[in-house]
């Protein structure tokens, strides 16, 4: 009966006036409950109940500042009490015997029965009662975040798992990557062999490399359920005007770091409530009032690390990117239980800031062994050329069974150099439905293999051969020209422009530059509904002066 007595103590002090008698009365009541020897299993079960009626109401006040409870709750708690009082109440009589004695009755088993039934009934009624009146509560304070966190200008594109990413990343092809990918799981977790475990992961590498790639399956591995690691991410791209400047950051960081947990999300939306002013500072006190001061309370109290995910930060615009990288380093990484994956190309400005920090591992992608890098690019071959993937990039009208020997697969695998994005416009090219001839078309990619060894000298004949293929056998000399004027364009304009508006800043038809743009789906891609085109790799312009001289 311990229990029970600890929560009535509790309750003599908690409930309001008209609960307090009985409160005090029942104290009296237990002692007496403690010596009775009569009706032994009854008054056994009786005492079990009466512990775990005690238990359901310590459960709702322990560790709480009880001044803060509310009226309701302190209500329910007394009711509760009251109703045990009036069920043992009804469970004694009275003996004068010069003072007056509670005492169950010892001739009447039935009695206590009932009088259990009843305490049964009281506390299926309180655990009911509070229930619902939690499920209340918490659905006005979720409201309440809900409405502070949708005050933030987030840009939903930019996470990992987003359309506008998804459609354009995938993820590393399985067996592929997988020391690097272990080594940044290490550092997730705090496991690091060296012991040396920076807060602050970069992974820098030219264009075409793969860097996207391993950004979008850092963050699938730490958003496992199993994990459940991943606070935020936050991937850039030229192609969109939200994701390639600093504006929205801070907000796309804090929105999701207020769904990561409840908790999270209650102490953003306090932060809001009590400075609404934070939404529009300048991005450092962004984050100070609406990430740091909130949650590094509650990220010290974590097992393992958050992990935010940032790609291509040298996609962003300067000076925004630097102010960026600057933040990252001096505050973002300095978050306690955080850890940030970082990636980029090695842009002056942004490798400089970064090989200067001390507090972070910095991989260069290209310097992983070739051997490795061919055996990756090689699964990552064997797997798009399989009967099974011709089939399905061909279709039904594609109906041949040939299959590339494995000599061939290995020659374009080394063709590729250290670059995926070769193997793969490569793949598009070979498995191009206007064609319907991949046997061809791998024949004449591996004509190329007496060109430069260098990679990006081997991406621009790929490019060139693309190119050359799209041209038509009749009017070439037209469609070069009109091909130099329309592609020249589609490289320098920062933002892609629809087909119609493209025509019109060339002065050109708009069935003109479809028909200059039908056969280059290896390196341009449509994008969005307007039927605007990009490249699909910047890699592309840096090859472009060769290219356009041939």
């Not at 975040?145 to 990413?165: L, T």
């Not at 490798?351 to 200067?356: I, N, Q």
């Not at 007496?450 to 009017?475: M, R, T, W």
Request: aromatic fraction near 8%; glycine fraction near 6%.
């Amino acid at each position: 009966m311990g229990t029970f007595k600890t929560a009535l103590g509790i309750a003599a002090t908690l409930v309001p006036e008209p609960f307090k008698g009985p409160a005090e009365a029942l104290l009296k009541v237990v002692d007496i409950l403690e010596k009775v020897d009569s009706n032994k299993e009854e008054v056994e079960i009786l005492k079990k109940r009466c512990n775990l009626l005690g238990s359901s109401i310590v459960n709702v006040v322990e560790g709480k500042d009880t001044t803060l409870l509310s009226k309701d709750l302190k209500d329910s708690v007394g009711r509760l009490v009251a109703g045990i009082w009036a069920t043992l109440e009804a469970a004694k009589k009275e003996k004068s015997t010069g003072f007056t004695a509670y005492v169950l009755a010892e001739d009447d088993a039935e009695v206590l029965k009932e009088a259990n039934k009843s305490l049964d009934e009281l506390l299926h009624c309180f655990w009911i009662e509070n229930h619902i009146a939690g499920t209340i509560v918490l659905a006005d304070i979720l409201g309440t975040v809900q409405d502070q966190v949708g005050q933030f200008e987030w840009i939903p594109g930019a996470a990992y798992d987003s359309q506008e990413v998804g459609s354009k990343i995938m993820p590393c092809f399985e067996g592929t990557r997988s020391t690097l990918l272990t080594n940044v799981g290490r550092w997730m977790s705090g496991a690091n062999a060296d012991g040396h475990n920076p807060p602050l992961y970069i992974l820098d590498g030219i264009a075409g490399i793969g860097k996207s790639t391993v950004a979008i399956t850092v963050a699938q591995r730490a958003a496992d359920p199993s994990i459940n690691c991943l606070g935020a991410t936050f991937f850039f791209s030229r192609d969109q005007e939200d994701r390639k400047k600093s504006l929205g950051f801070v907000h796309t960081i804090a929105y999701q770091l207020a769904h990561y947990h409840a908790s999270y999300g209650k102490a953003i939306a306090a932060a809001i409530t009590s400075n609404p002013g934070a939404l529009d500072k300048v991005l450092t006190q962004q984050f100070s009032l609406l990430v740091d001061k909130p949650l590094s309370p509650l990220l010290k109290q974590r097992v393992t690390p958050l992990v935010l995910v940032f790609d291509a930060l040298d996609e962003c615009v300067e000076p925004d990117a630097s102010a960026l990288l600057g933040l990252i380093i001096s505050s973002i990484s300095q978050l306690p239980n955080v850890k940030v994956f970082l990636t980029s190309r090695p842009e002056l400005a942004l490798r400089s800031k970064y090989m200067a920090t001390q507090n972070a591992n910095i991989f260069h992608l290209q310097e992983i062994e070739d051997l490795i890098v061919e055996h990756d690019i090689s699964l990552y071959v064997d797997h798009c050329l399989s009967p099974l993937k011709i089939q399905e990039a061909l279709g039904d009208s594609y109906n041949t069974c040939w299959q590339p020997t494995t000599e061939d697969k290995v020659k374009l695998a080394k063709l590729s150099g250290k670059l995926f994005i070769y193997a793969s416009t490569a793949v598009k090219f070979i498995l191009d439905k206007r064609h319907l001839d991949p046997k061809s078309q791998l024949a004449r990619l591996l004509d190329l293999q007496s060109g430069s060894p260098s990679s990006l000298s081997q991406l621009g004949g790929l490019y060139l051969y693309v190119l050359e293929s799209a041209k038509p056998d009749e009017n070439a000399e037209n469609w070069i020209s009109q091909f130099q004027i329309i592609v020249g364009a589609i490289l320098v304009l920062q933002t892609p422009l629809p087909s119609m508006a493209l025509a019109s800043l060339l002065n050109q038809e708009e069935n003109a530059i479809k028909a200059a743009l039908g056969n280059l789906h290896s390196i341009l891609a449509p994008l969005g509904e307007g039927s605007a085109f990009t490249y699909k790799n910047r890699s592309i312009i840096w090859t472009w002066p060769s290219i356009a001289c041939k």
